[in-house]
């Protein structure tokens, strides 16, 4: 399976479980989706604790 096709996977399932947790907007929708792809194509953990 190639890394597009698991990424158009995450993010259908994430849309689902947003939309079945709460009525949300269109734009917010675009939103959320965008911020998760950006989190996705950030290699290893994400630490907001850890200022340089």
Known sequence: ???SN?????QSECLEALKSA???SKPFE???????KL?????G???FL???
Do not use: E, G, W
């Open 50 to 52: 850890q200022h340089r």
């Open 39 to 43: 989190f996705m194509a950030i290699p």
């Open 1 to 3: 399976m190639s890394s």
């Open 30 to 36: 675009k939103v959320f989706m965008d911020t998760l």
């Open 6 to 10: 698991l990424l158009m996977q995450y």
């Open 45 to 47: 953990k994400v630490n």
């Open 22 to 24: 709460a009525k949300v």
